[in-house]
């Protein structure tokens, strides 16, 4: 049985850059690792700036902190869990943010439910980085794919175990192209974009 996460998340670029923040100690929750975020980051470096992100399965808040530092105008962090949703909203505080909205449901009901969020703008970059038992892609990524409030050309950060990394994910589902896709130890990511219909 894995043991509760315990430590810091560090901020890797941008605005609070090397600022560190507590983790909640929730079981299971795995900090997307500074060197998988820092090539995310790099790929969406012309994107990131003043756009509205959706930080689905959002955890320890790593990648929703990381777009904040980086400039993205509003992050909305989706998470299930009351401690880390807790945790997520005192590291908001520390950082002296309002621009993240904490969504504490699972992503299910953020995506099939009239759940307000604060900004009526649609979601530019998504980060979807689920539990890797749900397998891939998750069933939750259905209901994403096609969902109104997505923009037109949207991103999507998808991560993975390893193991799926041969899974092209465009064959099921023609209106999402890979961009990139990179493997470091056991993580697959991918970095998808929605096609102009």
């Known amino acids: 049985m894995p043991k509760p996460s315990r430590g810091q998340l560090r901020i890797i670029g941008g605005h609070w850059r090397g600022r560190k923040l507590p983790i909640a100690e929730v079981e299971g929750l795995r900090p997307t690792p500074d060197r998988v975020r820092e090539t995310l980051f790099n790929w969406l470096q012309g ?3 003043d756009s509205v992100c959706v930080d689905l399965f959002a955890g320890t808040g790593a990648l929703a902190l990381e777009a904040l530092s980086r400039g993205a105008a509003q992050v909305i962090a989706v998470e299930q869990n009351r ?13 002296g943010t309002d621009r993240l909205q904490v969504v504490c449901a699972s992503v299910e009901e953020f995506l ?12 530019q970059i998504l980060f979807v980085d689920p539990p890797y038992q749900l397998g891939f892609p998750p069933p939750q990524w259905q209901p994403l794919s096609d969902h109104p409030k997505l923009a037109s050309e ?7 175990a390893r193991q799926y990394q041969q899974i092209d994910l465009q064959l099921e589902y023609p209106q999402w192209q890979t961009m990139r896709c990179k493997v470091a ?4 990511y991918r970095l998808l974009q929605r096609l102009q219909a």
Do not use: F, H, K, N
Request: aromatic share 6%.
């Open 112 to 123: 099939t439910s009239e759940i307000d969020t604060a900004t009526g703008e649609p979601w």
């Open 154 to 160: 949207a991103l999507v950060y998808l991560e993975s």
């Open 47 to 49: 994107e990131i700036a």
């Open 83 to 95: 401690r880390a949703c807790d945790q997520l909203r005192r590291s908001a505080e520390q950082l």
């Open 185 to 188: 130890g056991e993580v697959c």
